[in-house]
C-alpha cells in the first residue's frame, strides 16, 4: 500500500524545499499534456517540465518517471505532488512505483474525497478494468487536510508513498500560500490549461 510506515521516512522540511506539482490538461485528444511546475516552498517558481500521456491509457506512472529523472531539477527535488491519482481521463499513477523508481516521496491532492463505486463502474468499458483499479486501491490511505491558506473550510484529501503522514500534511500546508490547493499544483494547472487553450481556465 501507499502508506504503509515501515517504508516511509521522515524529512527535513526547510521553508524553500523543492517540490514538482504535476497536473493534466484538458482531455481534448487521445493525446494528454501534463505539466509539471518546480517550486521552492510555496513561493517560487523555478522550472516546467512537460510530455504527453496517453487519454485513459496506463502509461501515465511511466511517462512520469521519464520526464523527472532526467531533469536538470531532479537533484534538488525533494517531494513529487500529483493532482490526484488519475490523470489523463483514467490513466493511474502508481505513486508506489513512482516513489520507488525515483526515489522521492510522493503526494496525491484530491478536492473531494474519491467515490470507488463510481470509479469501478466507469473503469468497466476500458481496458485491464482491475489492473487499473488495483493501482488506485495500492494508494492506500485518505487522509483529510485542511491548509493553513484556507482554514475556513474546503478540507483537501491526500494519500502518500514514501512519507509520514505528519510529513505529507506539513508539505501539502506549508506550500498552500495562496489558496486552498498548494502552489506547485495550482501554477502547474494554470501553465497546462493556459497552453492547451490560449488562456489559464478553472481550478486545479
Known amino acids: 500500500m501507499g502508506n504503509i510506515s515501515d517504508k516511509n521516512t521522515r524529512l527535513h522540511i526547510k521553508s524553500e524545499i523543492r517540490v514538482l506539482g504535476i497536473d493534466d490538461s484538458a482531455l481534448l485528444s487521445d493525446r494528454i499534456m501534463i505539466v509539471g511546475a518546480v517550486f521552492r516552498g510555496g513561493d517560487w517558481l523555478d522550472g516546467v517540465l512537460r510530455s504527453e500521456i ?20 531532479f537533484v534538488q527535488l525533494r517531494v513529487i505532488m500529483l493532482d490526484g491519482i488519475t490523470f489523463g481521463g483514467f490513466n493511474p499513477i502508481d505513486i508506489v512505483k513512482l516513489n520507488e523508481e525515483t526515489g522521492l516521496p510522493v503526494v496525491a491532492i484530491m478536492r473531494k474525497y474519491p467515490d470507488f463505486e463510481k470509479i469501478e463502474s466507469a473503469l468497466k468499458y476500458l481496458p485491464e478494468p482491475e489492473k487499473r483499479m488495483d493501482i488506485i486501491k495500492k494508494a492506500g490511505k485518505i487522509a483529510e487536510v485542511t491548509t493553513y491558506a484556507d482554514q475556513r473550510g474546503s478540507p483537501l484529501y491526500i494519500q502518500w508513498s514514501g512519507l509520514e503522514e505528519e510529513d505529507a500534511r506539513r508539505i501539502v500546508q506549508q506550500t498552500s500560500t495562496r489558496s486552498n490547493i498548494p502552489e506547485p499544483l495550482r501554477v502547474a494547472h494554470l501553465i497546462a490549461t493556459g497552453i492547451v487553450f490560449g488562456e489559464s481556465r478553472g481550478k486545479a
Open 54 to 73: 496517453t487519454r485513459d491509457g496506463m502509461d501515465g506512472t511511466d511517462t512520469i518517471i521519464q520526464m523527472v529523472k532526467p531533469s536538470k531539477h
